[in-house]
């Protein structure tokens, strides 16, 4: 066939590298993403990743619709007369828009069934997986749930944070959406449905529950922490009930017991961290309106023999 003509749907850095690899191949006819929203500090209004990677590109049109449900909407998409939208990292894409291309696929960047939703990234290192990958799969109304068309496995790091996954995966996401169209082109693809029975979920993540509760074991919490990081950031509370945000812990020990859970003390330039079973040491910290930081760093204007408990929560963080 001649060269398809594609709709990309993306928001966050991670689609980044998928629609420049689509546009250098085939280009891409139009994009679509979320309106500018406020962010920083100034909470001044700034364009999406994907809006300003399809800037610098000179891909026109962009559309920012606040309702994909929108009947203007779909009129000027099929105006386009696309042959397949790619989305990736995007919200649930209506029948009324489903039904425009020949081919819409989701790139999703798990090994579907396991881990549907808005988070799978970040519920694969809460869930102390080792290995995760990027699926593509047809289209339809149930979340991720379609046919499967391709996948790819890529194994998870030792200590790994949510934001160093995605990283390593933008990359296999690229490439997988490529292969993708270029088997659709070539009309070698076989979709497979998924199997049910071995779904699970990965809601969006929140910091109302983002918590630590520390009688947990080290492994746990280490996953926990690292699985929120960059975003929301898992917090504890400090003496005086200051919020403290923790990116990035080490595993000290494993098999510890005995003291309280939440107990802290300074080891020189280390934080180390009293969990129900092990320790941890705290890696990279953040405190209200400050930059994020090194434990090292945020110590050095503290006493070094300093100790103190951690407040636990009343209930474990919903995961």
């Known amino acids: 066939m001649s060269t398809p003509r594609i709709v990309f749907f993306g928001t966050p850095e991670i689609a980044v590298p998928t629609l420049e690899r689509l546009h250098l191949e085939w280009g891409v006819c139009a994009v679509v993403t979320v309106p500018d929203a406020p962010?920083?500090?100034?909470?001044?209004?700034?364009?999406?990743?994907?809006?300003?990677?399809?800037?610098?590109?000179?891909?026109?049109?962009?559309?920012?619709?606040?309702?994909?449900?929108?009947?203007?909407?779909?009129?000027?998409?099929?105006?386009?007369?696309?042959?397949?939208?790619?989305?990736?990292?995007?919200?649930?894409?209506?029948?009324?828009?489903?039904?425009?291309?020949?081919?819409?696929?989701?790139?999703?960047?798990?090994?579907?069934?396991?881990?549907?939703?808005?988070?799978?990234?970040?519920?694969?290192?809460?869930?102390?997986?080792?290995?995760?990958?990027?699926?593509t799969f047809v289209m339809s109304n149930r979340v991720d749930a379609g046919a499967i068309l391709l996948q790819e496995r890529l194994p998870i790091p030792e200590g790994a944070t949510a934001?160093?996954?995605?990283?390593?995966?933008a990359p296999l996401c690229a490439e997988l959406a490529h292969?993708?169209?270029?088997?659709?082109?070539?009309?070698?693809?076989?979709?497979l449905p998924q199997a049910e029975e071995l779904a699970t979920s990965a809601p969006k993540l929140h910091a109302e529950h983002a918590q630590i509760a520390w009688e947990r074991d080290a492994r746990s919490i280490r996953n926990f922490i690292h699985g929120h990081s960059p975003e929301p950031g898992a917090w504890t509370l400090l003496d005086g009930g200051v919020r403290l945000k923790i990116y990035r812990a080490e595993i000290i020990e494993?098999?510890?017991?005995?003291?309280?859970?939440?107990?802290?003390?300074?080891?020189?330039?280390?934080?180390?961290?009293?969990?129900g079973r092990g320790t941890l040491g705290l890696v990279e910290v953040q405190l209200p309106g400050k930059r994020v930081m090194t434990a090292a760093e945020l110590l050095r204007g503290w006493r070094s023999d300093r100790t103190g408990t951690f407040a636990l929560p009343m209930l474990a963080p919903q995961q």
């Open 179 to 191: 292969r993708t169209i270029k088997h659709w082109i070539e009309g070698s693809l076989t979709p």
């Open 254 to 275: 494993e098999r510890s017991t005995g003291a309280t859970a939440g107990a802290w003390r300074m080891e020189g330039e280390r934080w180390i961290v009293q969990c």
């Open 39 to 135: 962010q920083g500090r100034g909470r001044s209004l700034r364009p999406s990743a994907v809006k300003r990677a399809a800037l610098e590109l000179g891909i026109a049109p962009i559309f920012e619709p606040t309702s994909l449900r929108d009947a203007s909407f779909a009129t000027a998409l099929s105006a386009l007369a696309p042959d397949i939208f790619c989305v990736l990292a995007f919200r649930i894409l209506p029948q009324s828009l489903l039904s425009i291309p020949r081919l819409a696929f989701n790139v999703h960047p798990s090994l579907l069934p396991k881990f549907r939703g808005a988070a799978p990234i970040a519920h694969a290192i809460i869930a102390g997986e080792r290995e995760t990958g990027v699926t």
């Open 163 to 169: 934001g160093d996954l995605a990283t390593l995966l």
